[in-house]
């Protein structure tokens, strides 16, 4: 605290401090909040006897009147591609082989991802990366209860070697993830966005998020999940473009 206390206000403190302590140590570990939500979407388990998942819906940016079909597609262990488009201005691809990260952007043309953009591809083409795993991190701590997309939520902060901070929100009643906070990189620096998952659904034992919206400061997106196959993909399926496997090739 910066500014200076009166008397009164800190005999005030001494009073509140014991009960603060006693709210603090009663918060939930971010492990028993993780452990919950893994167990509720189906755990390791519901992975283990899958090769490949396939996500189709929809995706859409409100407010620029656009919306498109989009698929999301994870071979284990984490090959990955992303497909949708912004409608007359071409399509949006992005994808992990396995060792590369790269995208397809419109106007921009193919580009072979490093740094943190790669590493955020690569986490996500981690078959098993939407299960928790806190040794990614360097601190991770449980930091109170407060309102999240609407609902009474317990925030986790989590923090890389890097110093790059997350935020995850756990559902108090539910127990599910509501959503998360967090920097992205882009082509013009840093961008924090906020992620709200909502509709939880159940496929074949594993239960998804059908609605995933993020905001930032430039726009909202909206990804509507409305099928989820199993074992249909090969190693094809989840290829770079051609244009991305020859700047691959030129990689020193």
Request: net charge negative; hydrophobic share 40%.
């Amino acid at each position: 605290m910066t500014r200076s206390l009166r008397p009164f206000v800190l005999a005030a403190l001494v009073a509140v401090v014991p009960a603060a302590t006693a709210t603090a140590q009663s918060l939930p570990s971010p492990e028993q909040l993780a452990a919950r939500h893994d167990s509720l979407v189906g755990g390791r388990a519901a992975l283990e006897r899958r090769q490949s998942i396939r996500l189709a819906g929809a995706f859409s940016i409100p407010d620029a009147g656009i919306e498109s079909p989009l698929e999301i597609l994870k071979l284990r262990p984490n090959k990955y591609l992303f497909r949708t488009s912004l409608g007359m201005m071409g399509e949006i691809l992005s994808g992990y082989d396995g060792t590369n990260a790269w995208a397809v952007q419109p106007g921009a043309g193919p580009i072979v991802l490093e740094g943190e953009s790669a590493r955020q591809v690569a986490d996500q083409a981690d078959f098993f990366g939407d299960l928790h795993d806190y040794s990614r991190f360097s601190r991770v701590e449980t930091v109170g209860e407060e309102e999240f997309g609407g609902r009474s939520a317990w925030r986790v902060r989590m923090v890389r070697a890097s110093g790059d901070t997350l935020y995850e929100f756990f559902d108090v009643e539910r127990g599910l993830t509501l959503g998360s906070e967090t920097s992205v990189d882009t082509p013009t620096g840093k961008l924090r966005t906020t992620s709200l998952l909502a509709d939880y659904e159940d496929f074949d034992g594993l239960k998804v998020a059908t609605r995933i919206e993020q905001r930032n400061p430039q726009f909202r997106m909206v990804i509507l999940v409305t099928k989820v196959e199993f074992d249909t993909l090969d190693e094809a399926a989840v290829a770079p473009p051609e244009a991305v496997l020859e700047l691959i090739k030129k990689k020193p």
